[in-house]
């Protein structure tokens, strides 16, 4: 009978928080660059939001991307709520704007 060999506890850990990272803060990532792009793209407002919720399909895919790519869970952490804190603070800059 063959025995298994489990993966370590931080194996496991690391993994899961970067599918927590890319779920979480890609949908975060992937709102917030909806919605600045709703709001200041120089379109009519059904246009600009059409292309906004097109568009935030990539930026989820950009952000699952780079949550398996990285060394390590940390840096999927940093890469997608470093651009998430950008957009938000470029949507509240807009909304105070307007």
Do not use: E, H, N
């Amino acid at each position: 009978m063959k025995s298994k060999t489990s993966l370590p506890a931080s194996y496991r850990l690391a993994v899961t928080s970067r599918v927590l990272a890319a779920v979480v803060g890609g949908y975060l990532m992937a709102s917030l660059a909806a919605i600045c792009l709703a709001l200041w793209l120089p379109t009519a407002r059904a246009d600009a939001v059409i292309v906004g919720m097109m568009s935030s399909f990539v930026f989820y895919l950009l952000a699952v991307l780079w949550c398996f790519a990285c060394r390590t869970a940390w840096q999927a952490w940093i890469g997608v709520l470093l651009p998430s804190a950008l957009l938000g603070a470029a949507f509240a800059c807009g909304r105070w704007l307007i």
